[in-house]
């Protein structure tokens, strides 16, 4: 066994140590004395984590406050309480109607949006929980949830694969990685495998074209898991890296590449989603090879369960070649109910208000502090009611990644609105739907103000648009606004 010369390790390991003499041998006389001057113990691993790990005020970090708090489970397998060990999962009502109009949005540009929501880590491993947290940790209800989740996406009119089946098969040894939050290439496989099936059967899939893929392994991967980073973090200590097999998927008789760079069809199949659709996993070769068609992998590390589909969606490549299918893969845990990802990705489907009609316009040079871009008057205030209506701001400074701005209504209420979309390429580009809950639809909009701290770059410049969101009952006139 390997000592690790710190406090926090030396906690959590037992050590034996014989001692003995340098020449003293066993049944020797030298031995027998030096046995009998010194106590013997048994070595055994004690545990993977120390004290601190069981403080939930010691998750003091970004990075660590994902991780709040590991539990030991069997064979080397860590938990996290709050993220694996949930038993609620699926979006509430206000948010399945909102993921029911995105749904609408996309299907309206010829796209045809398949959810796959992964099986929760502790639910598929429950197994492998320690006693004491498979004695509290109600399976039962949680496999209830999760798929009641699935059956209530369904019912919206999503396309969602038959992933209930991953829950009902169990996870195994080899689902999801023992100290870490992702699934492994075997875990991947199985996803795609019932993803593939639920596509299959889609019309828009029948007119796609097809070409066979083969899928070879290609060696092993090492994973130090993010769960066992977070134990170093915490207690001085990691673990040794968990080997698992490496695949690689690729165009059938095409080894070497050149069939993919030589192909210049546009992939009619786009997957965005987390960093478990990373290459590493070979979620998108799986697919493609079930399938028989190209994928394109748009995923974004890093990016939640958002990041990917609103930087897919704001990309040229969207634009240029829309795919017929846009598999999402997101993780159990979230449950899609931050209100600004909606208001963002709306407006971002059918590119803002470069495909509507404009109400109010305005270009304006930035000074440092509060700039007032909008203004509904001139003489007359005209209804816009906030649940019509979308804003479209652009900076002539691609690199601004944050937004602070302030939407005033004509009754004094105020809508203080900030975005950092720190995983999308924003280029300097911001929209978002005005808000639409409550007594707030009903408010008619009067001005939009943007602060700007730190001063913005000289002769900074911000180009604003007001438009009717689809469906909205906003006029098609224009009021523009020009300011030096």
Not at 20 to 29: F, I
Not at 48 to 72: D, G, I, K, M, W
Request: hydrophobic share 40%; net charge negative.
């Amino acid at each position: 066994m390997r000592l690790r010369h710190s406090p926090a390790a030396l906690a959590a390991l037992v050590l034996c140590t014989i001692a003995a003499g340098a020449a003293a041998t066993p049944g020797s006389r030298a031995g027998a004395e030096a046995a009998s001057r010194f106590p013997s113990f048994d070595a055994a691993p004690c545990c993977q984590l120390c004290p601190l790990a069981s403080v939930p005020e010691a998750y003091n970090t970004a990075f660590l406050r994902s991780f709040r708090v590991l539990h030991e489970g069997e064979h080397g397998w860590l938990f996290r309480s709050v993220d694996d060990l949930r038993t609620d999962f699926g979006p509430n009502d206000h948010a399945l109607r909102e993921l029911a109009r995105l749904d609408d949005a996309l299907a309206r540009r010829g796209v045809e949006l398949v959810m796959v929501v992964q099986p929760p880590r502790g639910l598929m491993h429950r197994d492998q929980l320690g006693a004491i947290d498979r004695a509290r940790y109600n399976a039962q209800l949680a496999q209830f949830s999760y798929v009641h989740a699935l059956q209530r996406l369904r019912s919206a009119g999503l396309v969602v694969p038959d992933l209930e089946r991953l829950v009902y098969e169990g996870g195994g040894d080899s689902f999801f990685f023992r100290a870490d939050h992702h699934w492994t290439p075997d875990g991947a496989r199985r996803t795609a495998q019932l993803v593939a099936n639920r596509i299959r059967a889609m019309p828009e899939y029948v007119q796609l074209p097809r070409k066979p893929f083969v899928t070879r392994q290609e060696g092993l991967f090492g994973k130090r898991g993010t769960m066992h980073k977070a134990v170093q973090q915490l207690c001085g200590f990691g673990a040794r890296e968990q080997y698992v097999a490496s695949f690689v998927t690729e165009p059938a008789g095409e080894s070497d590449g050149a069939g993919l760079l030589g192909d210049s069809t546009a992939p009619q199949i786009t997957l965005v989603g987390t960093s478990n659709s990373d290459p590493a996993y070979n979620f998108a070769g799986f697919l493609s090879q079930f399938l028989e068609v190209d994928v394109l992998n748009a995923a974004l590390a890093g990016g939640g369960f958002a990041g990917s589909l609103m930087t897919y969606l704001a990309s040229p490549e969207f634009r240029s070649a829309t795919p017929r299918i846009l598999v999402w893969e997101v993780e159990a845990y979230h449950d899609f109910s931050d209100d600004r990802f909606y208001r963002q990705l709306l407006p971002l489907v059918d590119d803002g208000c470069n495909t509507r009609p404009v109400l109010l316009d305005a270009g304006k040079a930035l000074h440092p502090g509060r700039n007032e871009i909008l203004f509904n008057g001139g003489g007359e205030v005209r209804e816009l009611r906030s649940d019509d209506y979308f804003v479209d701001l652009q900076f002539s400074d691609p690199s601004v990644h944050k937004l602070d701005a302030t939407v005033w209504y004509s009754n004094g209420r105020r809508d203080d609105v900030t975005l950092e979309p720190e995983q999308a390429n924003a280029a300097g580009r911001f929209m978002f739907e005005l808000r639409d809950d409550g007594e707030w639809a009903g408010y008619t909009f009067l001005a939009l103000d943007v602060q700007m701290d730190p001063a913005p770059p000289d002769r900074a410049r911000l180009e604003a648009r007001l438009c009717p969101r689809v469906g909205g009952g906003g006029a098609a006139t224009t009021a523009s606004a020009e300011a030096p």
